[in-house]
């Protein structure tokens, strides 16, 4: 049987809208887990002497170093000794981060060397040889802050429509945003869609259902989840969590990769020890 370590850096990152993990399979059976979709931009930084490999819902595979974008579908890992420090950016923060908007991963994932070029060996080679996970994450935060301060800041009022967004756990109509800023619809359609690589409908949607996800993922019953996220029924959450993961809820909520985010499953495949 597969079993996944999951360990969190000992003190987040004092860059708005990024967060750490890093991931270590144990086991003599290869892995084989989905990846549902997450409101962020996501960074794989292998280093084990396995490497995974990454399959879509439209048959493209990709191995090594990867960058994905917001995924509108689960996306599927399988390997074995697979090991890695993945990075969750926001999509204000990737902009900078990556060099090229978030538009240009829409539903890919891609070699991170082909955005990065030589930085993506370089920190591989770091990784690989640190001797511990919290010498891992330095080295990664070294690098995303390089690369942020190097980078180019999507506009201040997208960046502001996105934490309005998030702040309001996706229940904040799109109409009223656009009203907030004095915006058009269209306008704030159009920057926010070149800029982070999404709809602000599209962006509010897969918010709101991952803030459901984890209360969902805590324990909580359906019915109730969907009354306190905005749901109109616990009909229209089952169907959100079915068009995001091709699951039903109970089976979602059981996902490895949900670990990462630190709501659920703290005591569950995980640890913080410092090795």
Same mark, same amino acid.
């Given at each position: 049987?597969?079993?996944?370590?999951?360990?969190?850096?000992?003190?987040?990152?004092?860059?708005?809208?990024?967060?750490?993990?890093?991931?270590?399979?144990?086991?003599?059976?290869?892995?084989?887990?989905?990846?549902?979709?997450?409101?962020? +931009?996501?960074?794989?930084?292998?280093?084990?002497?396995?490497?995974?490999?990454?399959?879509?819902?439209?048959?493209?595979?990709?191995?090594?170093?990867?960058?994905?974008?917001?995924?509108?579908?689960?996306?599927?890992?399988?390997?074995?000794?697979?090991?890695?420090?993945?990075?969750?950016?926001?999509?204000?923060?990737?902009?900078?981060?990556?060099?090229?908007?978030?538009?240009?991963?829409?539903?890919?994932?891609?070699?991170?060397?082909?955005?990065?070029?030589?930085?993506?060996?370089?920190?591989?080679?770091?990784?690989?040889?640190?001797?511990?996970?919290?010498?891992?994450?330095?080295?990664?935060?070294?690098?995303?802050?390089?690369?942020?301060?190097?980078?180019?800041?999507?506009?201040?009022?997208?960046?502001?429509?996105?934490?309005?967004?998030?702040?309001?756990?996706?229940?904040?109509? +799109?109409?009223?945003?656009?009203?907030?800023?004095?915006?058009?619809?269209?306008?704030?359609?159009?920057?926010?869609?070149?800029?982070?690589?999404?709809?602000?409908?599209?962006?509010?949607?897969?918010?709101?259902?991952?803030?459901?996800?984890?209360?969902?993922?805590?324990?909580?019953?359906?019915?109730?989840?969907?009354?306190?996220?905005?749901?109109?029924?616990?009909?229209?959450?089952?169907?959100?969590?079915?068009?995001?993961?091709?699951?039903?809820?109970?089976?979602?909520?059981?996902?490895?990769?949900?670990?990462?985010?630190?709501?659920?499953?703290?005591?569950?495949?995980?640890?913080?020890?410092?090795?």
């Amino acid at each position: 049987m597969a079993r996944w370590e999951v360990v969190h850096p000992a003190h987040p990152s004092r860059w708005a809208g990024v967060t750490m993990a890093g991931f270590r399979h144990h086991g003599p059976d290869p892995a084989d887990v989905h990846v549902i979709p997450h409101p962020s +931009i996501t960074l794989a930084l292998e280093f084990g002497s396995g490497p995974h490999v990454v399959d879509t819902d439209s048959g493209r595979q990709q191995q090594g170093n990867l960058v994905a974008g917001f995924m509108h579908d689960a996306i599927r890992v399988r390997g074995h000794a697979v090991e890695c420090v993945q990075v969750r950016l926001s999509p204000v923060t990737a902009h900078a981060v990556l060099g090229i908007s978030p538009a240009e991963l829409d539903d890919v994932v891609v070699p991170l060397d082909k955005l990065w070029g030589h930085d993506a060996t370089r920190a591989q080679e770091q990784i690989s040889q640190a001797r511990s996970w919290q010498e891992r994450f330095a080295l990664t935060n070294t690098l995303l802050i390089r690369r942020l301060a190097a980078g180019r800041e999507v506009d201040r009022e997208v960046a502001w429509a996105w934490n309005r967004i998030t702040s309001s756990r996706g229940r904040l109509r +799109i109409d009223d945003l656009a009203h907030e800023l004095g915006w058009s619809r269209k306008r704030l359609w159009s920057r926010f869609r070149t800029q982070l690589g999404l709809p602000p409908k599209r962006a509010a949607k897969l918010v709101r259902f991952d803030h459901a996800v984890h209360r969902l993922a805590a324990g909580q019953h359906a019915a109730g989840v969907a009354a306190d996220t905005g749901y109109a029924d616990q009909a229209h959450l089952h169907r959100d969590v079915l068009a995001f993961t091709g699951t039903t809820p109970a089976t979602m909520t059981s996902r490895v990769w949900l670990a990462v985010d630190e709501i659920a499953w703290t005591a569950h495949r995980t640890t913080n020890k410092p090795q």
